[in-house]
């Protein structure tokens, strides 16, 4: 079945700095990815996602691309502010109800 | 603006206990699912149902029971509460634009569950 792999599992940067998430997934039927970011005792916020007919899609200071034939797909947040501050986790679609796996998430922290 | 609602948001229960968690949404959404999620291992889906009437078992449905009697309603159901399913409970929701399409998953903030 489809397994998403997500990295790295902490990530660590500076206020104005630019944090990439990546993640790699198995099914090559896959043809949805969204990113979610939860805050410390709230559930999942979609932030962006992307279909497998777009190799970028940007909203502001967040950005994601995909590379469907090496099957990764990345998050780019630039000029990180504290309230970045959060886990953010992948997921891919897989099977005709496009039920989602996702990744093991990435604690992003944003010093000021 | 409630989205999706999840009650109770904390419960402790004995082994051997059982309880139902509460979801509703307001978004006449057809799609609705159960996951939980521990420490450092992602969100593992439970259970999900695709409308009224239609559930079906998702990676680890081992221990629970869902009922989908109402578009709004998908209650999870714990018999015998066992240690192991000590977590944070999330139920989502999805819209369908097309048949299996894939349009954002909604969130609730989640039941914070232990078993002791």
């Known amino acids: 079945g489809e397994n998403v792999e997500q990295h790295p599992s902490t990530l660590s940067v500076q206020e104005g700095d630019s944090a990439v998430i990546k993640c790699t997934y198995s099914?090559?039927?896959?043809?949805?990815f969204p990113w979610y970011k939860q805050e410390l005792g709230k559930g999942p916020q979609l932030i962006i996602d992307?279909?497998?007919?777009?190799g970028e899609k940007k909203d502001q200071r967040i950005a994601v691309t995909l590379n469907k034939t090496a099957k990764h797909f990345s998050l780019h947040i630039t000029e990180t502010q504290p309230e970045d501050s959060a886990v953010y986790f992948c997921?891919?679609?897989?099977?005709?109800?496009?039920?989602?796996?996702f990744g093991k998430g990435t604690k992003l922290s944003v010093k000021p | 603006n409630a989205g999706v609602t999840q009650t109770p948001k904390f419960r402790i229960l004995k082994i051997g206990q059982s309880m139902t968690l509460q979801c509703t949404q307001d978004?006449?959404?057809?799609?609705m699912y159960w996951y939980r999620q521990d420490p450092g291992m992602g969100l593992k889906l439970i259970y999900y149902?695709?409308?009224?009437?239609?559930?079906d078992k998702g990676e680890v449905p081992n221990g629970y029971n869902v009922s989908r009697s109402t578009t709004e309603d998908f209650p999870l159901r714990l018999e015998l509460a066992a240690p192991s399913q000590t977590s944070v409970y999330f139920c989502?929701?999805?819209?369908?634009?097309?048949?299996?399409?894939?349009?954002?998953?909604?969130f609730g903030d989640g039941t914070r569950l232990s078993i002791l």
């Open positions: 989502a929701s999805k819209g369908t634009a097309y048949p299996g399409g894939n349009q954002p998953q909604h």
């Open positions: 099914d090559s039927a896959s043809n949805y």
């Open positions: 992307i279909r497998s007919n777009v």
């Open positions: 997921a891919a679609s897989v099977g005709s109800q496009g039920n989602l796996i």
């Open positions: 978004m006449n959404h057809n799609y």
């Open positions: 149902s695709v409308g009224a009437g239609i559930t």
